[in-house]
Structure formats: C-alpha cells, structure tokens
C-alpha cells in the first residue's frame, strides 16, 4: 500500500469504478485529448477486465490453469486475455501528476465513498480527498441475492455464490470440481450461460447441474414463449435438469446439504446454490452528490448524453440514460458499457452527442444456440418471428471463427450498413413448426420495431441497427425480414 500522500491530489479526468466502461472512457479521452491525465478509482483488487468470459469462454478452457491464466481462446483461434491491457498500459498513480504525456493510472481497493459536486472533488474511503475536473461514474452493480438466502443464516450463504467478479469465477470453479450437485436459481443471460457451462462438466466428471427459475422457460423475460421453451429443450441436451415456475419457498442446511423447497411442494437437495437473479445498480453516491434515482429503472438518471449534472457523466450499468431513439432505458451488458462508456468519454472532451448507436449483446447456450440482439427485446412486447431451416454453417462456432473479434463486442468494428438489397426468393415458413434452425425475431411498441433477436444468424448486426434507427412502421415484416437474407447460405 502507497502512503496516501503519494496519491495524486487532483485528477484532471476521475473515473469511479474499474469496470469495461470506465475502460471504455479511459480510452476514448487519451484518443481525443492525447495529453490527458486519467485516474481509475475501484474498490476491486484487479486492472480492468471484460466480464463476459467469466459466464462464457473461460468455461470452455481445455487449459487446466484456466483460473490462473484468465486466457481464453477468441473466435479466431487466437488467445487473449480478459484484461483489456497488460500492466505496462498503465502508469503509477504517484506517477500521474508529473507524466509529461498523461496517462491512465488505476487506483486499487480504493473506495469513493463521498462527492462534494460544488468543490469537484471527492473522498475516499481511508478520507483521502481527490479533485477532478470531469468525473465518470461507472460503479455498476452489486448482484442481488434472494431474501430468504440472505436471512437463512451462515451455513446456507457460505454455500451460496453470487457472481460477478474474477474471485467468483474462481471460486465456483473451484466448489464444481469439490461438490456433486450445483444449482443455480435464475433462468436469465447469467444463469442459462453458467448452468449451459457447468452442464459442460456434468458430462464429464459426474456433476449434477439443476437450473430453477419462475418462468415457463430459459430467458423468458426476453424471448417469446415458443423460442424459450425450445431453448430449455437445448439446455437440458447440455446436461442440466431443469426446473421451471419453481418459486423458492425455503432454503435450509441438513447435513451438509442444502434443501430447497419450492411453493408448489417439490424439494432439491444440492451442494451449492449459484444465485443469478439480476443486478442492483451501485447507486450509493446518490446521496452525497444530489444525483438522482430512476424510481422506474434503477440507477443514476442521466441526459441523452450521459450527463448528470456539470462535470459528472454515467455509464455503464449504472446509468439509466435518454435513448434519443427508444426513450428512458437503463441496460446490464457489456457492449452497452463499451458504447456508452465510449460515448461519456467523447463529451468529457467536448462532443456533446447524444446517445443514438444502439449496443447490442449475445448469448451463446450451448453448440446449436446461439443470438445476438439489439434495442429492446423484452417478451411482454408483441413479436413477429421470421425463421429458416439453419445448416452446419449457423452455429455460433462457426460464425465466430469467422468474425475475427476477440469478443463479439460488435461495437469494436462498427460497421455501419449500406441499405440491403432484399432476397427475391420468397420466405417458406419453417417447414418444422418446432425447428427453430435459424431467424429474426422483431419486438414491436406502437406498430414500430424496438427490438431485433438474429437466432443463429451471424454478422448481420448493421442492418438490425439501420432498421431500428431509421424508426418506420412497416406493413410486413416479413418484406424486412428479408433484408437478412437467412434463406440464402
């Protein structure tokens, strides 16, 4: 631990947090202002990193030294790791004062626990006070935890993991090569990513995966019913039992066990509960700094271009931010925070733009299930699903090893697309109603799409952005479906 003095008294650029989108705006300041002085403050022990492979790839690992290395192999075959830089990226924060060409500094297992908006400066936890000219919040979120857990006492919490952060995934590495039964509550991104993966090693080494969630199907807040339930179909395939509309009554340890018992009577004895059940956005500065709370969303109310008041912009999961497109949104994945963390370090630097370019996320569960989505895809919107029968060529495997980035973080290419020129074959309707092979699934508010899911269909993202952006009621989405050309391949 450096003295307190050695800190840096003043940080031209101070960004709170030391996730992907501080990273993001860290980056996006050195481009614009060459010169700048960047100070990272995050409670965590680690330089940034991408948290999507802690869910995905890193799972799927044939090195055994996985947890150490924290390497995974990138669609195009080659390997990198989950830090977006190496140490030498970065300079000491002692050093940062006097860096005749700036720099990015990281200053770890430091908390900002208070903002004083009117002196531009703030206070950390060991009451080291920094001053800033621009500040960046980007804290997060804290992964949330079922109350019945939380009050069952030490013995149930000990055996329960939250996850999050590289200690998590270490940590249930570590208890699913120890324990004979793993279950994880949620049936959301997280969940269905970590029960597809440890299914993964249910095959070989004889653990017992169970997945429970409230809904009808995997990722049933997102996908319409039809598609979830054929994904829980895929997800079962990988090895996991899978158990849906299961509300969790009780939770209690027995003999070393846990025993949870559901509403409706039914009883699963497991080793260890992972529980996946959502994202509380880290608001905690709120209060001291007069920020305000979306009472709907969550997290810190911003303008369209991430402000909060002057000198303090939001990004990341924490921000619920004016989509000049969509409306009010607050949204938990990693593109989101490159793009917006992108975007807050812009106007830091005097851009002054309004957020328009729209993240988009994926999920892969399992070889056959793959997607990518953009907008707001949320299954209590209506839908219109265009599907295709898929060949060996739509799987995300394949399409990975053709895209060439290291994470499907589409923003790092950013294309952006010419209109399409539309297939004339006409679009037979899948000729198995229950072959879900490949499509595009539209998500409509007032007759306009809002949302775009592309099924096992691949680097076709720019046209989905361009139909969102351009906002038109369209008479037959089947006409637009077309745009995708799934029927050729």
């Known amino acids: 631990e450096g003295l307190p003095e050695a800190l840096p008294a003043h940080a031209p650029y101070l960004l709170i947090g030391g996730g992907t989108a501080s990273f993001a705006a860290a980056r996006s300041i050195r481009a614009r202002d060459p010169g700048a002085k960047v100070l990272i403050v995050t409670d965590e022990p680690d330089l940034p990193y991408m948290r999507p492979p802690l869910s995905k790839e890193l799972w799927f690992s044939d090195d055994p030294a996985v947890t150490d290395t924290l390497r995974f192999k990138q669609w195009n075959g080659k390997e990198r790791s989950i830090y977006f830089q190496p140490p030498s990226f970065y300079i000491r924060p002692e050093d940062l004062d006097g860096a005749e060409n700036g720099g990015v500094a990281v200053l770890n297992n430091r908390k900002v626990v208070y903002m004083d908006v009117r002196g531009n400066k703030v206070k950390l936890d060991d009451d080291t006070e920094i001053s800033y000219d621009k500040c960046l919040i980007a804290t997060g979120g804290i992964p949330r935890n079922l109350q019945l857990i939380e009050r069952a006492g030490e013995e149930v919490m000990k ?22 039964s793993v ?136 921000a619920c931010f004016y989509d000049i497109r969509l409306g009010r949104r607050r949204v938990e994945h990693h593109d989101h925070a490159v793009v917006s963390g992108r975007l807050a370090g812009e106007n830091m630097t005097g851009a002054s733009k309004p957020y328009w370019h729209q993240s988009m996320f994926w999920s892969d569960l399992g070889p056959d299930v793959g997607y990518e989505a953009i907008g707001i895809v949320d299954s209590s919107l209506p839908t219109v699903g265009v599907f295709a029968k898929a060949t060996a060529k739509d799987t995300p495997k394949a399409a990975t090893e053709m895209s060439g980035t290291g994470i499907r973080s589409e923003s790092e290419t950013e294309d952006t697309a010419v209109s399409p020129v539309a297939s004339d074959t006409p679009s037979p309707a899948a000729e198995n109603k229950d072959d879900f092979g490949k499509g595009v699934i539209f998500y409509l508010r007032d007759k306009v799409v809002v949302g775009i899911i592309l099924w096992n269909v691949f680097n076709r993202m720019p046209i989905a952005r361009k139909i969102i952006k351009d906002g038109e009621e369209h008479a037959d989405l089947n006409e637009v479906a077309k745009l995708f050309n799934i029927h050729e391949d």
């Open 159 to 180: 055996r329960t993991t939250l996850f999050r952060k590289i200690e998590d995934f270490k940590s249930l590495d570590k208890v699913s090569r120890n324990v004979k």
């Open 183 to 318: 279950t994880i509550i949620g049936g959301g991104f997280l969940g269905s990513e970590l029960a597809c993966a440890l299914g993964r090693r249910s095959t070989e080494s004889g653990l017992e995966v169970i997945q429970m969630f409230p809904e009808k199907g995997n990722m049933g807040k997102v996908l319409p019913e039809y598609l979830s339930n054929w994904t829980t179909e895929k997800v079962k395939k990988e090895g996991v039992k899978v158990l849906t509309e299961a509300l969790v009554k009780s939770v209690t340890c027995k003999d070393d066990q846990l025993e949870i018992k559901l509403k409706d009577g039914r009883v699963v004895t497991t080793d260890h509960i992972v529980a996946a059940v959502g994202l509380e956005p880290n608001v905690d500065l709120a209060k001291s700094a007069g920020l305000e709370v979306d009472s709907d969303f969550g997290g810190y109310r911003v303008n369209a271009e991430l402000q909060a008041r002057s000198n303090i912009w939001v990004a990341g999961d924490a």
